[in-house]
């Protein structure tokens, strides 16, 4: 029997590593590296699907069993040449929580495990991550243009929750604060969504595995990850370390951008901004939308 899938996807910078070394703890879930294709793979899967003109070919059902075959065969090759047996195969990659639906029409028995972390946080670690691209000659699309990265951030947490409410028993979201603050029963929490057996190895996030041998391959070129990062136990400092690397304008800027943001899944978090700070930032959101024109329905949309 094939081994069935959990996808996790959400924001980049969310914590999704994390969750996919920790679920890979576990000793029935295989969990790879990042995979990257499978958003372009299923808008192919959509673009094939109920195309009359191609009924001499295939047929839904057909197409969507070789849609599947092929996802497995890619995924799970190396698992079956060397017959290890495991429940669950997790493929994470953030853009995983944009091919969702076509993922689920695929895999109707996978499980999905959506992250969401403050914003705030996920901008700090967007310029960290700019940064190290920075200094290593490489570049990435992240940490330029905050209105972007908010924009961003703000179509993948409606996507998540709207995944979410349809979808409750095959999506499990948790925060990344809760899973720092009591890992243990969050962890637990998991393992009852999937079905599997609660382990305390499944706290050991310093132990190596098959990602920190690849990393190794890639050390000082990747400004996402490196093995300090990666191959380190779940640490409590780090839960509001944007708090004091992050300044005054950009925390204040993103917690005016999501204030009006009715989505459950933020309640948590404080975006509150006093009378002073809405008029000290006036000249900040007037500079934003000079510079984002393509944003400025949105911006607007704030203020007003």
Known sequence: MNPNFIFIGGIPRSGTSLIQKIVGLNEDVYAGPEFDHLPSIVKLYFQMLGNERQAEFYTDNGLTNSF?????SVLAEKLFEKQIKVKYISEKTPENILAFKGLEKIFPNAKFLIIIRDPRAVINSFQNVSLRAKRSGTSVKFGK??????SFM??????????????????FILHYEDLLKDPESVISSICTFLDLKYTKNMLKTETKTNISNLMERFQGKDPWYNNEIYDRHIDLRSLNSWTNQLDWKTKKLTAWFFLKFKNRLLVQYDFNLSTMDKVRLLPAICLEVIKNPRYLKKIIAHVT
Do not use: G
């Not at 599947?68 to 497995?72: A, D, G, N, S, V």
């Not at 243009?145 to 908010?150: G, P, S, T, V, W």
């Open 145 to 150: 243009n905050i209105i972007k990265d908010l």
């Open 154 to 171: 703000r179509y993948r947490i409606d996507l998540a929750e709207q995944i979410s409410n349809e979808n409750p028993d095959k999506c």
């Open 68 to 72: 599947r075959k092929f996802i497995e």
